[in-house]
């Protein structure tokens, strides 16, 4: 019994490891950066062996398949924790509000008013964090650089026990740096202590730039 720690570990060992170095670089506590296990397109098998090794906190990025895959999940984990990270479509807010724990897309009007809506409703509401199109790319989800502090603002004024921060996926060309001091500057203005950033490609660096949650898919699980 001198390892308790389940067999195929590593990786999450392994990941655990760098976030930590990267802290230390930084001079600031692994402790204060929180890995998100990006569990999409991932078999409930593979989520139930991360579980195993420890870990609480998943992600996915869309509302069917979480639904499909977590309430059972749930029953031999209640500690578990389950974040949106995909966009939301307001025909799914009712089934969303259910079922997350955070929701990390919020980034327009129109998803504010039905997830108002459905709090009212329901007396439920998950922590909420603003996607923000850094990079301002026309394809991407996310409230435009350009619009951020007013929407910011509003947002606020609406969810203010709920909104906690900043969530961004920079293009994928460049150099992300950057961008994801853009957004730390961005949550620091307005007092936000959340900031959502970095996948398997850059998560140190974003952790450089202040992330308090990395999001991590296929450095994780393995390829898609
Ligand atoms: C898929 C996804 C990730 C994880 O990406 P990897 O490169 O596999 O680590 C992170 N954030 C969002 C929003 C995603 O959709």
Avoid: W, Y
């Amino acid at each position: 019994m001198n390892n308790p720690t389940p067999a195929g570990c590593d990786g999450l060992i392994a990941i655990r490891a760098e976030i930590a170095r990267a802290a230390a670089d930084s001079r600031r506590s692994a402790g204060g950066v929180e890995l998100i296990a990006v569990s999409k397109t991932q078999p409930r098998e593979a989520v139930e062996r991360m579980i195993s090794c420890g870990q609480r906190v998943f992600g996915e990025n869309r509302v069917q398949e979480a639904a499909g895959k977590f309430p059972g999940l749930r029953e031999i984990c209640p500690e578990l924790r389950l974040h949106l990270i995909g966009p939301l479509q307001t025909n799914k807010v009712r089934e969303a509000v259910a079922l997350f724990d955070a929701i990390d897309s919020l980034d327009r009007e129109k998803l504010a008013d039905a997830l108002e809506n459905e709090a009212q409703k329901s007396g439920r509401l998950p922590r909420l964090l603003i996607q923000v199109n850094i990079g301002a790319e026309p394809q991407k989800a996310g409230v435009l650089p350009d619009e951020a502090d007013g929407f910011i603002t509003d947002s606020l004024k609406r969810f203010p026990n709920h909104i906690k921060g900043l969530m961004c996926i920079p293009p994928a060309e460049a150099d992300a740096l950057p961008h994801f001091q853009a957004l730390a500057r961005l949550a620091l203005r307005f007092g936000l202590p959340v900031l959502s950033m970095g996948m398997s490609g850059d998560f140190p660096r974003a952790i450089a730039a202040g992330a308090t949650e990395v999001r991590v898919g296929t450095a994780l699980f393995g390829s898609r």
